[in-house]
């Protein structure tokens, strides 16, 4: 099975897409305008302690107050609360814990109004980012995620993912840790560090203890609502999270992009170099690959589930529904119940990928054909399960009931990912009148002429719907020659599904859009040298 990362660096942000065997299963948009992620670490204010709900809203600069539950403090709150005060009064100087005395464990069923104040500043690591009207989930059980390990503050305990199933290789890695780990730092070690020698684990290691001395800096000179810690960015996330002997390739399309990935791959594992490569076509990357086409399929309301059916997704403010329906596959089996079960297998398998791929969290409930037989809606139950297995999210599945129904509840971190797949009209723009679509040609024609002649361009390439690509470069003599032997200059014409049929744009030879006059200035120029036609 192949795994590939395609990053498309836009104005707005990171498109990150994640293909296995050329399938989409993951798809997230990292936007510039967000300064807000999961594990980033902030210097909050508490703003309102609330003894009813046992919790406190806290000021981390967003427009909303961050929500803190007494549950979230984390056993070694008082610790965490003494270090970062003698931080800040600079009584503490350096950022190892070596020497630090730990200050005892938080009481397990206490209440918000005994450790909170107004005013108290609170060193916060977001663990849920801003969904809908809530603003983001803050937890003080502070942690720092590597490649292999999670380093745990103001603990020595040394965890081993459960999914480390083998008893020697756990002994062998709790003996690793052991002795590398530095004094007073707790390790959790991930299911990614199976097999990894020492000098592995070691450079992981070496990297958080460097961003733990990073967060002892910038707290000194912290002021409130300062990130003291940023987490990776999302690409640089997943590249850690999933990088492994299974990836093919990790392609960028910005030079920017593919130097920051090109040092984090160095420092993280220069063996897998050679996999990043930096996509410098004309073409943009997703439409190089056909991404753009899996998007518009994948994200809309109705899915085509591949080999029959087709689901139909809705959003609510409390839930998603899922609903499975049978389309035009409902007499291939023999009877009723063979049908159900052959088309909700089907079903089971997209809704699984549906999930991962828009991040669809909290309650979803799936609505499958009605099946009979307990033995059908177990096989349904374990198809969805053997798919969702590889997903980082944590979820829980509970049993079919007999009215067809799968619930699932699945970890939300973060919005779900929608994606808009219905468009403006090509031709109205959304205004509901339209100018003659046959004069786009002619729009065209004399852009073309403007560029060439009047400001004597070269090199130009024009992208348009693939209708009209067929229009000017199809024939024994196309459109496009025609244009070489009036103008001695020859035009690239190129596909772009993502344009309307009546768009059209021009790039120079630097790839830089050329700004066109307005449609209804080239008309009017059209009709003004048809007028001096007729005058000679």
Same mark, same amino acid.
């Given at each position: 099975?192949?795994?590939?990362? $395609? =990053?498309?660096?836009?104005?707005?942000?990171?498109?990150?897409? !994640?293909?296995?065997?050329?399938?989409?299963?993951?798809? /997230?948009?990292?936007?510039?305008?967000?300064?807000?992620?999961?594990?980033?670490?902030?210097?909050?204010?508490?703003?309102?302690?609330?003894?009813?709900?046992?919790?406190?809203?806290?000021?981390?600069?967003?427009?909303?107050?961050?929500?803190? /539950?007494?549950?979230?403090?984390?056993?070694?709150?008082?610790?965490?609360?003494?270090? *970062?005060?003698?931080?800040?009064?600079?009584?503490?100087?350096?950022?190892?814990?070596?020497?630090?005395?730990?200050?005892?464990? !938080?009481?397990? $069923?206490?209440?918000?109004?005994?450790?909170?104040?107004?005013?108290?500043?609170?060193?916060?690591?977001?663990?849920?980012?801003?969904?809908?009207?809530?603003?983001?989930?803050l937890s003080m059980d502070i942690s720092m995620a590597g490649r292999y390990l999670v380093l745990v503050p103001f603990s020595n305990t040394i965890s081993v993912?459960?999914?480390?199933?083998?008893?020697?290789?756990?002994?062998?890695?709790?003996?690793?840790?052991?002795? @590398?780990?530095?004094?007073?730092?707790?390790? =959790?070690?991930?299911?990614?560090?199976?097999?990894?020698?020492?000098?592995?684990?070691?450079?992981?290691?070496?990297?958080?203890?460097?961003?733990?001395?990073?967060?002892?800096?910038?707290?000194?000179?912290?002021?409130?609502?300062?990130?003291?810690?940023?987490?990776?960015?999302?690409?640089?996330?997943?590249?850690?999270?999933?990088?492994?002997?299974?990836?093919?390739?990790?392609?960028?399309?910005?030079?920017?992009?593919?130097?920051?990935?090109?040092?984090?791959?160095?420092?993280?594992?220069?063996?897998?170099?050679?996999?990043?490569?930096?996509?410098?076509?004309?073409?943009?990357?997703?439409? /190089?690959?056909?991404?753009?086409?899996?998007?518009?399929?994948?994200?809309?309301?109705?899915?085509?589930?591949?080999?029959?059916?087709?689901? $139909?997704?809705? /959003?609510?403010?409390?839930?998603?529904? =899922?609903?499975?329906?049978?389309?035009?596959?409902?007499?291939?089996?023999?009877?009723?119940?063979?049908?159900?079960?052959?088309?909700?297998?089907?079903?089971?398998?997209?809704?699984?990928?549906?999930?991962?791929?828009?991040?669809?969290?909290?309650?979803?409930?799936?609505?499958? @054909?009605?099946?009979?037989?307990?033995?059908?809606?177990?096989?349904?139950?374990?198809?969805?399960?053997?798919?969702?297995?590889?997903?980082?999210?944590?979820?829980?599945?509970?049993?079919?009931?007999?009215?067809?129904?799968?619930?699932?509840?699945?970890?939300?971190?973060?919005?779900?990912?929608?994606?808009?797949?219905?468009?403006?009209?090509?031709?109205?723009?959304?205004?509901?009148?339209?100018?003659?679509?046959?004069?786009?040609?002619?729009?065209?024609?004399?852009?073309?002429?403007?560029?060439?002649?009047?400001?004597?361009?070269?090199?130009?390439?024009?992208?348009?719907?693939?209708?009209?690509?067929?229009?000017?470069?199809?024939?024994?003599?196309?459109?496009?020659?025609?244009?070489?032997?009036?103008?001695?200059?020859? $035009?690239?014409?190129?596909?772009?599904?993502?344009?309307?049929?009546?768009?059209?744009? @021009?790039?120079?030879?630097?790839?830089?859009?050329?700004?066109?006059? *307005?449609?209804?200035?080239?008309?009017?120029?059209?009709?003004?040298?048809?007028?001096?036609? @007729?005058?000679?």
């Amino acid at each position: 099975m192949s795994n590939e990362l $395609v =990053i498309n660096s836009t104005q707005e942000g990171e498109r990150i897409a !994640l293909l296995q065997d050329k399938r989409l299963i993951e798809y /997230h948009f990292d936007r510039n305008d967000t300064n807000y992620s999961v594990g980033d670490i902030f210097l909050g204010t508490v703003k309102k302690v609330m003894p009813g709900l046992n919790a406190a809203f806290i000021d981390i600069g967003y427009q909303k107050d961050a929500f803190l /539950h007494y549950g979230d403090l984390g056993d070694n709150f008082p610790s965490l609360l003494k270090w *970062s005060k003698g931080v800040q009064s600079q009584k503490i100087t350096v950022g190892a814990l070596k020497n630090f005395q730990f200050d005892g464990q !938080l009481d397990k $069923v206490g209440k918000a109004a005994d450790v909170f104040k107004k005013g108290q500043q609170l060193l916060v690591q977001i663990v849920k980012e801003p969904i809908s009207t809530k603003g983001p989930r803050l937890s003080m059980d502070i942690s720092m995620a590597g490649r292999y390990l999670v380093l745990v503050p103001f603990s020595n305990t040394i965890s081993v993912s459960k999914k480390i199933v083998s008893k020697t290789e756990r002994e062998r890695l709790k003996r690793l840790i052991a002795s @590398i780990k530095p004094d007073n730092f707790g390790v =959790i070690i991930r299911t990614v560090a199976e097999g990894r020698e020492v000098a592995e684990l070691d450079r992981d290691m070496q990297s958080m203890t460097a961003n733990w001395e990073q967060l002892f800096q910038a707290l000194r000179a912290g002021k409130p609502n300062d990130k003291v810690l940023g987490e990776l960015g999302r690409t640089s996330s997943m590249i850690r999270d999933m990088l492994n002997e299974s990836f093919d390739s990790i392609t960028v399309d910005s030079a920017p992009m593919y130097e920051e990935m090109r040092s984090y791959l160095q420092k993280i594992a220069p063996d897998r170099l050679g996999l990043l490569k930096l996509h410098t076509g004309k073409v943009k990357v997703f439409e /190089h690959i056909g991404l753009e086409k899996q998007l518009k399929t994948l994200f809309g309301k109705t899915v085509t589930v591949p080999g029959g059916g087709y689901l $139909v997704i809705e /959003h609510t403010e409390a839930l998603h529904v =899922i609903d499975v329906n049978s389309g035009n596959k409902s007499n291939q089996e023999s009877d009723q119940e063979a049908t159900a079960l052959m088309i909700n297998m089907l079903a089971a398998k997209e809704v699984a990928r549906q999930l991962r791929l828009r991040d669809m969290g909290g309650i979803i409930v799936v609505d499958f @054909i009605d099946m009979k037989s307990a033995d059908s809606r177990k096989k349904v139950e374990d198809a969805v399960k053997d798919v969702m297995k590889n997903d980082k999210a944590r979820f829980t599945i509970l049993p079919i009931t007999k009215f067809g129904l799968l619930q699932i509840t699945r970890q939300r971190v973060r919005p779900a990912e929608n994606i808009v797949t219905g468009e403006v009209c090509p031709t109205c723009g959304g205004t509901g009148k339209i100018s003659a679509s046959i004069l786009v040609t002619d729009e065209i024609d004399n852009s073309i002429e403007d560029l060439l002649v009047t400001q004597n361009q070269s090199g130009i390439t024009l992208y348009v719907h693939p209708f009209l690509h067929a229009y000017y470069t199809k024939g024994l003599v196309s459109k496009q020659m025609k244009w070489y032997l009036k103008y001695y200059k020859w $035009v690239k014409i190129m596909k772009d599904t993502s344009l309307g049929l009546t768009d059209y744009r @021009i790039e120079d030879e630097r790839g830089e859009e050329i700004e066109l006059h *307005s449609p209804a200035a080239a008309m009017s120029r059209l009709q003004d040298r048809e007028v001096e036609e @007729i005058i000679d």
